[in-house]
């Protein structure tokens, strides 16, 4: 009987010892690691093109990878979002795609309220001040500029999903008022959280002090945050990203920041990644920036092994997966779970 061939195309951790030892156990399956996530798309298509299940971290899935992999019943992404994928050219194929949406959803929750600290109380330029003091032997606050208390201010989150909810109910305790713009949430989920009502994008910029971003990258968002919206803003307000970078266009807010349309940015996701090192965003003292760490933490790191082993467990046992993104894959598949190659 032939083996179930598991593919993982590209990994973030130090290794994965764990993930073979658990398959060790079984005879039945065979795991294949690999560091593929800039590889030539040929290396990349040769390698999982007889692969039953994949996992994929960042390496790219278009239509002609996901085409190639003839044998493929189950692909998973490390990770919550998934704009690697063709989810599209997935379902077309016939192949269940499965993310994990519960996946450090703390950890970006964290990330984002501390940029929003590390702004508002202009921590990095407290630094400066600190050495030049020092240096001085006299403390000099006049390149401070002004800070405003968080408490009674206004947070704007856009997407109050599994990420932004957290970030409600922290920032809330903190004492700030929230404002939400959220087309998707529905009742249960405003109820559990306290919402009375959610706002528009536009309004939501025009109003709120601070503006945090918790949106998948998809057509919908991709450059939602352009010249257009950071002109809306306040010209004291920070704009603070842990989701996508694509979902703010990066020259638009270059220009904000260094034209002073806002007060600044705390930014841990960029257009491309790592960025450049000419980026213009690392000359500007108004923007903190992070090294897209939002996702880090022991804990999270294990989480995640653990759920993804675990979904490849179901599918060996033709069981469906924790978080399918495709879900319309069950009307492809008739009612099966997976396809039959």
Request: glycine share 8%.
């Given at each position: 009987m032939a083996k179930t061939k598991v593919v993982v195309t590209d990994y973030i951790e130090v290794d994965?010892?764990?993930?073979?030892?658990?398959?060790?156990?079984m005879a039945d399956v065979e795991?294949?690691?690999?560091?593929?996530?800039?590889?030539?798309?040929?290396?990349l298509i040769d390698t999982?093109?007889?692969?039953?299940?994949?996992?994929?971290?960042?390496?790219?899935f278009d239509e002609e990878v996901i085409a190639a992999c003839e044998n493929c019943k189950l692909l998973i992404r490390h990770g919550i979002g998934y704009d690697?994928?063709?989810?599209?050219?997935?379902t077309k194929?016939?192949?269940?795609?499965?993310?994990?949406?519960?996946?450090?959803?703390?950890?970006?929750?964290?990330?984002?309220?501390?940029?929003?600290?590390?702004?508002?109380?202009?921590?990095?330029?407290g630094r400066r001040i600190l050495q030049e003091s020092s240096a001085n032997q006299m403390w000099d606050f006049s390149s401070l500029g002004d800070i405003h208390r968080l408490f009674g201010s206004t947070l704007g989150i856009i997407g109050c999903g599994r990420i932004g909810g957290r970030v409600h109910r922290i920032m809330k305790a903190v004492g700030m008022k929230i404002m939400v713009c959220d087309p998707y949430l529905d009742e249960r989920q405003k109820g559990a959280l306290g919402i009375e009502e959610t706002h528009d994008l536009d309004t939501v910029l025009k109003e709120a002090d601070i503006i945090t971003m918790h949106t998948p990258l998809n057509d919908e968002t991709r450059y939602m945050i352009?010249?257009?919206?950071?002109?809306?803003?306040?010209?004291?307000?920070?704009?603070?990203n842990t989701s996508r970078g694509g979902v703010i266009n990066t020259a638009a807010l270059e220009k904000a920041l260094q034209e002073k349309w806002i007060g600044g940015a705390g930014i841990d996701v960029y257009e491309v990644e790592p960025p450049p090192a000419d980026m213009a965003l690392f000359g500007l003292e108004s923007a903190t920036l992070a090294a897209h760490l939002g996702w880090c933490s022991v804990e999270a790191g294990w989480d995640i092994r653990y759920k993804i082993v675990d979904d490849i467990k179901a599918c060996l046992n033709n069981e469906p997966p924790a978080n399918t993104v495709n879900t319309e894959i069950d009307e492809v598949l008739g009612g099966k779970v997976y396809r039959e190659v």
């Amino acid at each position: 009987m032939a083996k179930t061939k598991v593919v993982v195309t590209d990994y973030i951790e130090v290794d994965l010892d764990w993930e073979v030892e658990q398959f060790a156990q079984m005879a039945d399956v065979e795991l294949e690691c690999c560091q593929l996530k800039t590889a030539p798309k040929e290396e990349l298509i040769d390698t999982v093109k007889d692969a039953d299940i994949i996992v994929v971290n960042m390496a790219k899935f278009d239509e002609e990878v996901i085409a190639a992999c003839e044998n493929c019943k189950l692909l998973i992404r490390h990770g919550i979002g998934y704009d690697n994928v063709d989810v599209a050219a997935c379902t077309k194929h016939g192949i269940r795609f499965a993310y994990m949406p519960d996946y450090c959803c703390t950890e970006v929750a964290e990330q984002a309220v501390a940029l929003i600290f590390a702004c508002a109380r202009k921590l990095f330029a407290g630094r400066r001040i600190l050495q030049e003091s020092s240096a001085n032997q006299m403390w000099d606050f006049s390149s401070l500029g002004d800070i405003h208390r968080l408490f009674g201010s206004t947070l704007g989150i856009i997407g109050c999903g599994r990420i932004g909810g957290r970030v409600h109910r922290i920032m809330k305790a903190v004492g700030m008022k929230i404002m939400v713009c959220d087309p998707y949430l529905d009742e249960r989920q405003k109820g559990a959280l306290g919402i009375e009502e959610t706002h528009d994008l536009d309004t939501v910029l025009k109003e709120a002090d601070i503006i945090t971003m918790h949106t998948p990258l998809n057509d919908e968002t991709r450059y939602m945050i352009d010249e257009e919206q950071l002109k809306m803003m306040k010209e004291t307000a920070y704009l603070i990203n842990t989701s996508r970078g694509g979902v703010i266009n990066t020259a638009a807010l270059e220009k904000a920041l260094q034209e002073k349309w806002i007060g600044g940015a705390g930014i841990d996701v960029y257009e491309v990644e790592p960025p450049p090192a000419d980026m213009a965003l690392f000359g500007l003292e108004s923007a903190t920036l992070a090294a897209h760490l939002g996702w880090c933490s022991v804990e999270a790191g294990w989480d995640i092994r653990y759920k993804i082993v675990d979904d490849i467990k179901a599918c060996l046992n033709n069981e469906p997966p924790a978080n399918t993104v495709n879900t319309e894959i069950d009307e492809v598949l008739g009612g099966k779970v997976y396809r039959e190659v």
